[in-house]
């Protein structure tokens, strides 16, 4: 019945007058008037705060305009700032640590994808572990979150962060994550709330490290390092939150046109999608644009989006928008009709910034799963542990993916991967759903989906997953175990995929970064996120952390890092061809070279012709056309060029830099000098160019 329905009583047998008909009639009509008046307010407050459909029913987000920081600088070098030491007291408060929706539940399903063995042990150990952050906060959860450069892994946990070489030897802290912003003043630098993320940024160079302030006025705080060192100076921003609510969940992705960050700000039940203006602020700008939208909650978002977050060499198709993923269950609070994921798409326009749009595109429905699990006896005491009656919490009914949504582009298609932990035969045990998306911006598609548990016949339970793929297209997931015997006590495993493998199989095996040796006996919090991300050298090795316990007590949770490699992935630089061979005709110029090994990527290979005198100028340097060959063939022929100085190159698309496989039209080595250039300046192997 419409909220705005009066019921009104069918005239008696014995009639009314005239008059007493028409004074009922206008005391109803004043009634609504009055009703109306009094939710008009109350909408029109909420006008800006709820999603939207156009005329052709597609939801979108709400524009809510453009805004800058309110606070910049640019710090001392990191080296030259005292760490703030943990002090074992915790800061952290988040709309995280409230009771979820409590919505009626719909129909729990069965798992349509269940993976219920590990399959052969053919997966690589880690080649690197090392410790990570502990609990010097006395909160809980950790947080834990990390990313891999050429020099530098960086994490970062509740409430503090750490600077490593990439052999785990201590570089910088552990501190308190303020510590960024010391001297920086403000909310930022006096509140120390947590829910942090790091992010290498590849394209760049560059390290993005943020936290949220938990008390008003509330904060985004982000720290943009001036150079590729994490040690050194950094550009540093405190950007308002539009609403003044907690920000609560920030997930931050890369993208070419701008840092994109989404929110969950359950005090006002809405959904944040911000794009902050990445060009602006890799130059230090004051005052970067950052566009907002904002959508109400509801079961096509749940609790929360995830923005993609960009892997690899090749940069998306120009014009692409950010994409942006939700989940779906028909059997969870907010009513899905369906078990889906919810595709969007933010497109930013930052010379119009009124132009920009955040649109839920696409519906992708999914094999049935579950993610309400059988906590019990609170919404949090879900997965059990050895030696104690205390359970840890699952999160899976926070109907949402988890991080990361890890894109890449191979050339002749587009991937978007990401997970989220799931129930299985209710409550026998919990799995990792995972799903990988093809073709998101043309006609999207659930290429390949599975529910990782082998907790079915082992007996052992798997969530809080996080995965990534290589520049060979093969998988790794990493996840958090744990079940109520010993020694099987919350510990850190992976397994993995390659891209000739099954469908939807995680048929790899399981390897361990580190086996627990204590269970958490009082604190349910588990997470909130775990990290598995691609190595920017090599894009080859999977580096995961993830929280665990090296002994039993109340919540002192401990982290590791583990990193491995499939020997199927070749690593940039060993992906291109060896040396080249150019034969002259009268007319035609023939090249030719050894083809590539197994694992390069995509086969095809292109072949650069440039001019040889811009070889030395790494200020100029510059190609002068690109072709392609397709099917792996190792020739290709064209007219000898009339430019004797001309010089030409192969590489396979998958190639990180050029090398020195190079050969002029005399047929003599191209200068080793254009390496470095090249690896700066160019994006290798886009094909078609």
């Known amino acids: 019945m419409s909220e705005n329905f009066i019921p009104v009583k069918s005239k008696e047998k014995h009639g009314k007058s005239n008059s007493v008909l028409f004074f009922s009639i206008l005391i109803v009509l004043c009634f609504i008037i009055a009703f109306s008046m009094m939710i008009v307010p109350d909408t029109a407050a909420k006008g800006n705060n709820t999603k939207r459909r156009n005329d052709n029913g597609v939801v979108k987000g709400t524009y809510r305009g453009v805004f800058t920081a309110v606070k910049f600088d640019i710090s001392p070098p990191l080296s030259e700032i005292k760490p703030i030491p943990p002090n074992g007291i915790c800061t952290r408060k988040e709309d995280e640590d409230a009771e979820f929706i409590q919505g009626p539940l719909g129909k729990q399903d069965m798992d349509a994808v269940v993976q219920s063995i590990t399959g052969p042990q053919l997966i690589p150990g880690p080649a ?27 994490q970062m946990t509740n409430l503090s962060f750490a600077i490593y070489n990439r052999t785990g030897t201590l570089l910088y802290g552990p501190a308190l994550n303020n510590t960024l912003w010391a001297g920086f003043g403000g909310a930022c630098q ?19 490290l943020t936290q949220f302030t938990a008390a008003a006025p509330y904060m985004d705080c982000v720290a943009l390092s001036t150079t590729s060192n994490p040690t050194g100076s950094y550009y540093r921003w405190a950007f308002p939150v539009g609403g003044n609510v907690l920000p609560d969940y920030p997930k931050y992705g890369v993208w070419p046109d701008a840092y994109y960050l989404s929110t969950r700000e359950v005090s006002a039940a809405l959904i944040g999608a911000y794009a902050l203006n990445r060009a602006q602020m890799l130059a230090g700008n004051p005052t970067p644009q950052v566009i907002q939208f904002l ?9 929360g989006l995830l923005p993609a977050d960009f892997d690899g060499e090749r940069l998306p198709p120009t014009g692409s928008p950010n994409y942006w993923l939700g989940s779906m269950d028909n059997g969870g609070p907010y009513g899905a009709t369906q078990d889906a994921l919810t595709l969007w798409k933010f497109h930013v326009d930052w010379a119009v910034p009124a132009n920009s749009t955040f649109t839920l595109t696409n519906t992708l429905p999914v094999a049935a799963f579950d993610s309400m699990f059988p906590c019990t006896p609170t919404s949090r005491a879900c997965i059990p542990q050895p030696g104690t009656t205390n359970k840890v919490d699952i999160l899976s009914y926070r109907q949402r993916p988890t991080w990361r949504l890890a894109y890449r582009n191979y050339g002749t298609y587009e991937s978007l991967v990401t997970n989220q932990s799931a129930d299985v035969t209710n409550g026998l045990t919990a799995g990792v759903r995972w799903y990988e998306i093809r073709s998101p911006n043309s006609t999207p598609v659930i290429y390949q989906q599975g529910t990782y548990a082998p907790g079915v016949t082992d007996g052992i339970f798997r969530w809080m997953g996080s995965i990534a793929a290589d520049s060979a297209g093969n998988m790794a997931l990493g996840y958090s175990t744990s079940n109520g015997t010993a020694p099987n006590y919350p510990g850190i495993k992976y397994t993995g995929r390659l891209s000739t493998d099954p469908l939807g199989t995680m048929p790899q095996g399981e390897a361990t970064i580190v086996n627990g040796a204590g269970s958490q006996t009082s604190s349910q919090r588990w997470g909130d996120y775990s990290s598995m991300n691609a ?13 665990y316990f090296s002994a039993s007590s109340g919540n002192t949770w401990a982290t590791y890092v583990g990193a491995f490699k499939f020997p199927q992935c070749t690593s940039r630089g060993a992906g291109e061809p060896g040396p080249i061979t150019l034969s002259k005709t009268s007319t035609m110029l023939n090249i030719s070279w050894p083809a590539l090994p197994d694992g390069c990527g995509n086969p095809d290979y292109a072949v650069y012709k440039g001019d040889l005198s811009q070889l030395l100028s790494t200020a100029n340097y510059n190609h002068l056309t690109t072709t392609c060959t397709t099917a792996n063939a190792p020739t290709y022929s064209m007219t000898m060029p009339s430019d004797t100085s001309a010089y030409f190159l192969v590489t396979s698309e998958s190639a990180f830099d050029e090398g020195s496989y190079g050969r002029n039209s005399a047929g003599t080595e191209r ?14 192997g886009a094909c078609p160019p």
């Open 128 to 154: 690197i572990t090392f410790a990570g952050l502990s609990n010097t906060c006395n909160c809980s959860p950790p947080d834990t979150i990390g990313d891999i450069g050429p020099n530098h892994f960086v």
């Open 295 to 303: 959508i109400a909650q509801s079961y096509t978002n749940g609790d």
């Open 671 to 684: 200068p080793v000098a254009a390496t470095s250039p090249c690896r700066t300046k160019q994006t290798i």
């Open 190 to 208: 006096t509140q120390n709330s947590g829910d942090p993320i790091v992010l290498y940024d590849p394209l760049a160079d560059r390290w993005l």
């Open 535 to 547: 190595d920017p050298v090599d894009d080859c090795t999977f580096w995961y952390t993830q929280q």
